[in-house]
Nanobody
Framework: QVQLVESGGGLVQAGGSLRLSCAAS????????MAWFRQAPGKEREFVAAIRANGGSTHYGTSVKGRSSISRDNSKNTVYLQMNGLRPEDTAAYFC???????????????????WGQGTQVTVSS
């Protein structure tokens, strides 16, 4: 059974930083593309970042590009999202997702991911 468990969320002041973690189990982690999405109340789930299985290329959504960095540690079955320069509009639940066969053009589409975590809340105060 695949499990993705996010951690690292919390309350932070605008301009601050957070590092989110997602620990995966029940899958061959190195074979999976891993991604982060976020969802604010009343809004659709939004692509934040993804890191591919092969070569580990990284891809970012426009709202966080330049302020965030995704990385993975295959020895720990964990993917990270470092977020800097946080803004109140970054407030959302952040979700980790995994898929083995997703193609490049589908990375921002949440419907293309097979496995999801339960999310971790990030709140940025002004």
């Amino acid at each position: 059974q695949v499990q993705l468990v996010e951690s690292g969320g919390g309350l932070v002041q605008a301009g601050g930083s957070l590092r989110l973690s997602c620990a995966a189990s029940g899958l061959t982690f190195r074979q999976y593309t891993m991604a982060w999405f976020r969802q604010a109340p009343g809004k659709e789930r939004e692509f934040v970042a993804a890191i591919r299985a092969n070569g580990g290329s990284t891809h970012y959504g426009t709202s966080v590009k330049g302020r965030s960095s995704i990385s993975r540690d295959n020895s720990k079955n964990t993917v990270y999202l470092q977020m800097n320069g946080l803004r109140p509009e970054d407030t959302a639940a952040y979700f980790c997702a995994a898929d083995r066969g997703i193609i490049l053009s589908s990375l921002p589409n949440p419907r293309q991911y097979e496995h999801w975590g339960q999310g971790t809340q990030v709140t940025v105060s002004s």
